[in-house]
């Protein structure tokens, strides 16, 4: 067998009940590259990962690294064969320092050396131009840093092959060039790097090759010189897709929500959110940007009323009265009571937004059970309301009976989109709603969004996305640990504006500190 | 061991003797099968346990079984009235559990709803007609009972107190209150014990019914049973328990105060745990003890639980419980082996039945010759 490949996979098979995950991959790693998998949420390329990592066990197909066959089992064996995973969650433990975290877990002589090991790490550090220190508290670190020690972690244990599931999701794009110029140098230190993402333009930027897995399969590795965005999407979603999206101009646009010095102090007395003050607007895509648990949710959920807020007002303007009425500490039946149609899709459908063990039917009637004086549910409204989602939004389900958690992520935004936007809301706040979806799933809920938009509902959409964001809304409210720090027209704003902003805050904590 | 791959010569590498896959949906039918098949092992297990410490026939073990429900030795009415308390403690506690409120306080609710009756039975005596002496104690049990619960329930809405510990405490609290009152009320004294309460006045006691004086308490719980069918599954109360069971966090997202489902849920509860007490005193004991409850309160979150919350379903699970309790002890007794002997029996069984889920989910897959060869 050729000794150019670090690993192949040959006809590797994963089913989870009667998922298949991963169908017949047969799939090669050169050694000193770096290899992207791209497709969509839910295409199997984590499974895949896992399987090579120890997680999972495959249920058919060999997999052999440098041309000898081998059984991985769990990630201690992939560690034998030089193999580390750097997953989405970091696995750390926060009152440890970086090299304590590091050295974890290792069975080795002078493993309670720490000055050694710190010398190790330091060493590792200076060779492929990480900026870590190894005494550092991992709860002291900000997310790229600690990512930063999961990936020395792995390079400490010797891997020769690196897989990084989706590691720029939490990245700055700053922050993400840094990252990818040492996973350069990696490379050209001869290991081969995996790399997970379903970003187009970060697998064009980083990559060498670029393997393509659709449903399941592996469709095709090609050469990233020789391919371009347009190949790409068509080979990972199966069929040419047009990838735009339409803004139309706001058109009768009145204050709906004005937020006023919005102050939020979490259970630790940490500020959350500190003195937030913006106005969404009818007819309007406002647009929240901001590095993942800046306190997006967190504003989200106090105009929701489920957040205890420390100061500030959130008023609402009543389109039909008239009134202005205040939102501050009122509960979600309070606010409803008001005559305020806030619709809200959280970030968390199934533990928040949905009922996953409950069927579409039982799903719809969460916001209207309380209707009627009789101490019984009527279902008939809500199996109505079911049927016709999953009619006009073409939810894919055996019927209205089949339980939410069973659907496909695409599928349950849409029962929770579809939910929300069924109350007639003027004011509807999504949290990153495209996250975990597919490419044609996610055009589908931009365009409920802009139909929304068009009909004069406030809409406020949380996104990670920058080149969505930009594309998408009106104008954009930029926020970094609790605080806005700008709010730019989504029609002149750019992507490196609106990263720059996102980080504004941390640097002159930073300075602050020093 | 395995050995190391990369030193062994073979190209081949050694595959896992077996792995544990999950499985798909079962169709209802092949989930049954398995569950009866772990039944039939289970007896099979038990006949060839018993059968090897003691010179039995196998067969005399099974008969032993069933005559110990159904034999001519036995009253019939005692096994279904047995079956019915058990029941009613399993759907007491069922809304608390279908909430994920871990209430293994049942125990305890149970004794202290007893409690209530037996002290209107021993202070009002034959004052009252007893048709209202025993509406008396009825109301006195059910408000005695949801005390009992809602006060690790007030605690847990309030402070995020653990409810498991809580409501465990709350049994021993109750136990020793009844052993403190047993001195306090015994008869005659010096025994001991309290005795038959009532026992020539019959004050407080439940009427026979059809000429049976179980037939009225295995009726209540009948009656009981379908009610709760029907609160849980289609009541806006019932919906809410499911929701703040599933999701904390969906609960709160749609404007229902936890808190207070938890509390109500609780009482609820509670209550009819002081129902079964009262059943108990009032129907058939006639008397109480700290063993009234004799452990029910801790059967019936696995008789819930087998039966997936389902109260219907829970008066097949609750019948087999008791049809295994009962046959069990007719072979210990039987054969005058040690009781301890039909705990061993009925352990078994229960291992099978609940460890036969996991086949239910999950697949083994074993090495097969022919991938070998390959």
Known sequence: MSNQNAIELRGVTKRFGSVVANHNVNMDVRKGEILAVLGENGCGKTTLMNMIAGIYYPDEGQIFINGQEVIIRSPKDAFRHGIGMIHQHFKLVDVFSATENIVLGIKEEDRYNLKKSMERVGEISARYGFDLHPEKKIYEMAVSEKQTVEIVKVLYRGADILILDEPTAVLTPQETQKLFSVLRRMRDDGKSIIIITHKMHEVLSISDRVAVLRKGEHVATVNTAETNEGQLTELMVGKKVALNLNRSQPKNVTDRLVVEHLTCINREGVKVLDDINFVARSGEILGIAGIAGSGQRELLESIAGLQNVSEGDVFYNNPKTGETVDLRDKTPLQIRDLGVRLSFVPEDRLGMGLVGNMDIIDNMMLRSYRRGKSVFVDRKKPKDLAQDIISRLEVVTPDANTPVRRLSGGNVQKVLIGREIAASPTVLMAAYPVRGLDINSSYTIYDLLNQQKENGVAVIFVGEDLDVLVELCDRILVIGSGRITGVVDGRSATKEEIGYLMTASMEKEEEAHA | MRKDTSVQPVKKAHEPFVHITKRGELVWWRAWLIRAGALILAMLLCGLVTVMITDLRPMDVYVALFN???????????????????????????????????????????????????????????????????????????????????????????????????????????????????????????????????????????????????????????????????????????????????????????????????????????????????????????????????????????????????????????????????????????????????????????????????????????????????
């Open chain 2, 68 to 374: 110990g429900n159904f034999g001519p030795e036995v009253d019939t009415w005692v096994v279904f009235r047995d079956m019915a308390i058990l029941l009613c403690i399993s759907l007491a506690v069922t809304p608390a559990f279908k909430m994920r409120f871990w209430n293994i306080g049942a125990e305890g609710q149970v004794l202290m709803g007893g409690l209530a009756s037996a002290a209107c039975m021993i202070y009002i005596k034959d004052a009252v007609p007893n048709w209202l002496l025993l509406l008396i104690m009825l109301a006195a049990s059910l408000a005695v009972g949801a005390l009992w619960a809602a006060i690790p329930a007030i605690c847990k809405a309030k402070w995020e107190t653990n409810e498991t510990l809580f409501t465990l405490m709350m049994n021993y609290i109750a136990t020793q209150l009844i052993a403190f009152l047993t001195i306090f009320w015994e008869r005659p004294k010096g025994s001991g014990t309290i005795g038959v309460i009532n026992q020539m006045s019959e004050a407080g006691w439940m009427p026979s019914l059809f000429g049976n004086r179980y037939v009225l308490c295995i009726i209540i719980v009948a009656a009981l049973t379908v009610a709760m069918f029907i609160y849980l599954r289609y009541s806006k109360q019932g919906y809410e328990i499911s929701v703040v069971g599933e999701s904390e966090n969906t609960a709160r997202y749609i404007g229902i105060n936890v808190g207070r489902v938890i509390v109500r849920t609780m009482i609820l509860s509670g209550a009819i745990c002081g129902l079964a007490g009262f059943l108990l005193v009032g129907g058939i004991d006639h008397t109480i003890t700290t063993t009234t409850a004799g452990g029910q309160g801790f059967t019936a979150i696995m008789v819930s639980w087998l039966a997936k919350f389902n109260p219907i379903f829970m008066s097949l699970t609750a019948f087999l419980i008791t049809f295994l309790q009962k046959g069990a002890q007719q072979i210990a007794t039987g054969f005058r082996l040690d009781p301890s002997f039909s705990d061993i029996l009925t352990g078994i069984i229960l291992f099978f039945i609940i460890g036969c889920e996991f086949f239910i989910h999950y697949k083994l897959n074993f090495r097969t010759a022919q991938k070998e060869e390959k």
